[in-house]
T-cell receptor, first 114, second 114 residues
């Protein structure tokens, strides 16, 4: 069965500095990996995904993520954080061997300080 | 509308009452998911519908929970004999039947059981 870990409950970063939100996963087959963001009192919004191909994936709002198969990681990054990036970030995985069942991580709250 | 619509946005009920939560997916999306998000927590998968196939009910926490999807479109999540621990935000998502599997989320229904 698939699983996802987000080891940090909270990440604080100063505006303008680079940010990283970590995600590791476990699957038996090839992973389909996703990042979603949730702003207060709103549903989740898709940021980016990795299915196959280039390990560096670029997504919305200047975010990118790097798929690392050997480390089973899919960390979310942004070169220069904005205060408006403050939100709850979820990593999700679907194992190609387990149908359409997605597993979401517990979420990481990002706070960008002015 | 263009997005996933959920109603009601807020529901307050008394312990022991039944509730129905509605989800209108994006037109043409064949996949529909229900998740539960407890305060400050990650997403808990509840149930998944794909076209005319039998739903994946593996995430339903008890037999008090059920869901149906009529005509491959609108879905209703029913919770019978509600308990206080059922209090959470219930999120619905839909997805086109392509390999990308991006899920589009509604804003959710906040259920409070008194």
């Amino acid at each position: 069965a698939q699983s996802v870990a987000q080891p940090e409950d909270q990440v604080n970063v100063a505006e303008g500095n680079p940010l990283t939100v970590k995600c590791t996963y476990s699957v038996s087959g090839n992973p389909y990996l996703f990042w979603y963001v949730q702003y207060p009192n709103r549903g989740l919004q898709f940021l980016l995904k990795y299915i196959t191909g280039d390990n560096l994936v670029k997504g919305s709002y200047g975010f990118e993520a790097e798929f690392n198969k050997s480390q089973t990681s899919f960390h979310l990054k942004k070169p220069s954080a904005l205060v408006s990036d403050s939100a709850l970030y979820f990593c999700a995985v679907r194992d190609e061997n387990y149908g359409q069942n997605f597993v979401f991580g517990p979420g990481t709250r990002l706070s960008v300080l002015p | 509308g263009a997005g996933v619509s959920q109603s009601p946005s807020n529901k307050v009920t008394e312990k022991g009452k039944d509730v129905e939560l509605r989800c209108d997916p994006i037109s043409g999306h064949t996949a529909l998911y229900w998740y539960r998000q407890s305060l400050g927590q990650g997403l808990e998968f509840l149930i998944y519908f794909q076209g005319n196939s039998a739903p994946d009910k593996s995430g339903l926490p008890s037999d008090r929970f059920s869901a149906e999807r009529t005509g491959g479109s609108v879905s209703t999540l029913t919770i019978q004999r509600t308990q206080q621990e059922d209090s959470a935000v219930y999120l619905c998502a839909s997805s086109p039947s392509d390999r990308g599997n991006i899920q589009y989320f509604g804003a959710g229904t906040r259920l409070s059981v008194l």
